[in-house]
Each structure stands twice: as structure tokens, then as C-alpha cells.
T-cell receptor
Framework: AQSVTQPDIHITVSEGASLELRCNYS??????LFWYVQSPGQGLQLLLK??????LVQGIKGFEAEFKRSQSSFNLRKPSVHWSDAAEYFC???????????FGGGTRVLVKP | DGGITQSPKYLFRKEGQNVTLSCEQN?????MYWYRQDPGQGLRLIYY???????QKGDIAEGYSVSREKKESFPLTVTSAQKNPTAFYLC???????????FGQGTRLTVV
């Protein structure tokens, strides 16, 4: 079975500081990888995705993520957070073509002024 | 505008009643999904459908039912057999099951 782990349940960061959210998955082949963001009471919005190619992926809102095969990781980063980045972030993985997405448990980000 | 519409946004149900949540998409996507989200928890898959007239159980299908009679519609019925139905329900769709999913704005169901 596929599984996705987001080790950090909560992260607090100061406005203007950098942010890194961790995501690890549990199988050897290169899966399809996604990061989503959810504001309170809203649906999820796709930030970025990785299928193949360049392992550093740029997304919307200034976010980027790096796929590291050796570490089975797909960590999300932003160089300088804004108060509007306070939200919950979900990593999702599809093992291969024809396999549905599995979501991690989410990381809630709080931004201090 | 293309997208996914869930209705209603808030729904109240008395214990013992069935209730149906609506999900419509005009993205021409083949796959559709229903997720349940509880406070402090991630998304749990209830049911998904890869094509019209076909659907599969997800991880927590007990107490729920779905239909997929039209490509654009995937309603979810929360039955009286669901013992703890109060939650936030999210519908999503995608071109194929392994591609990015697009989400609706959710329906918050409360049992009163």
C-alpha cells in the first residue's frame, strides 16, 4: 500500500522568514507528486506537481518543491512567507499511472507578524 | 468558468435521516472523488469513480453511497448507517486518477 508522511503537524514561522514543509512517501518507483494548500473552510488548491524531468519544480504563490529520489522526499519551500500563507498544506502521491492519489495528514502553518 | 460546484455549503441533518450532497463539474473530467475531512485529520477517501456508471469504495465507504449516472455529476448520500457523519466533505475531479485533482469548496454537514 502507498503511504505519505508529513512529519510536522504544525509549523510556526515569522513573516518574511523561509518555510520548508516535509513530505516522504513509501515506495521505490518515482511516483506522481503534488502539493496542495487549504484555507480554513475552503477546498484544496494545487500549488505544484511533479511527474518527471527537472527535480526542482516551481509552483504558484512563490512556492517550489524538490524531488529527492534517494530520500523518497518531496519537500515544499518558500523563501519568504507572507501572512496570507497561513493555511494547511497537503502532500499527495500517486504511485503510478492508474493509481489514485493518497494524501498526507497535512501541516498547518501559522505566520507570526 | 470551469470548475466544481458543491452544494449546499452547510447542511444540517437529524439523526436517522439520509442526506444527499451534490457535486457537479464542467471540466469534462472522467474521474471524480469524495473525501471526508475531520478536524486535525487529513483527507480520507470515501468513494471514487473513474468513469460513468462505475465507482469503487475508498477507505471509509461504510454508511455512504454514491451514483455516477452522468459524467458531470457524482452525488454522495450519507445514510443513517453512518454513525458519525458530522464532518467537512470535499468533492474533487481529475482527468485521470493519477493526475492532479481539482476540488470543490466543500460541504459542512452537521448532525443535530
Amino acid at each position: 500500500a502507498q503511504s505519505v508522511t508529513q512529519p510536522d503537524i504544525h509549523i510556526t514561522v515569522s513573516e518574511g522568514a523561509s518555510l520548508e514543509l516535509r513530505c516522504n512517501y513509501s515506495y521505490g518507483a518515482t511516483p506522481y507528486l503534488f502539493w496542495y494548500v487549504q484555507s480554513p473552510g475552503q477546498g484544496l488548491q494545487l500549488l505544484l506537481k511533479y511527474f518527471s524531468g527537472d527535480t526542482l519544480v516551481q509552483g504558484i504563490k512563490g512556492f517550489e518543491a524538490e524531488f529527492k529520489r534517494s530520500q523518497s522526499s518531496f519537500n515544499l519551500r518558500k523563501p519568504s512567507v507572507h501572512w496570507s500563507d497561513a493555511a494547511e498544506y497537503f502532500c499527495a502521491v500517486a504511485r503510478a499511472a492508474g493509481n489514485k492519489l493518497t494524501f498526507g495528514g497535512g501541516t498547518r502553518v501559522l505566520v507570526k507578524p | 468558468d470551469g470548475g466544481i460546484t458543491q452544494s449546499p455549503k452547510y447542511l444540517f441533518r437529524k439523526e436517522g435521516q439520509n442526506v444527499t450532497l451534490s457535486c457537479e463539474q464542467n471540466l469534462n473530467h472522467d474521474a471524480m472523488y469524495w473525501y471526508r475531512q475531520d478536524p486535525g485529520q487529513g483527507l480520507r477517501l470515501i468513494y471514487y469513480s473513474q468513469i460513468v456508471n462505475d465507482f469503487q469504495k475508498g477507505d471509509i465507504a461504510e454508511g455512504y453511497s454514491v451514483s455516477r449516472e452522468k459524467k458531470e455529476s457524482f452525488p454522495l448520500t450519507v445514510t443513517s448507517a453512518q454513525k458519525n457523519p458530522t464532518a467537512f466533505y470535499l468533492c474533487a475531479s481529475s482527468i485521470k486518477v493519477e493526475t492532479e485533482a481539482f476540488f470543490g469548496q466543500g460541504t459542512r454537514l452537521t448532525v443535530v
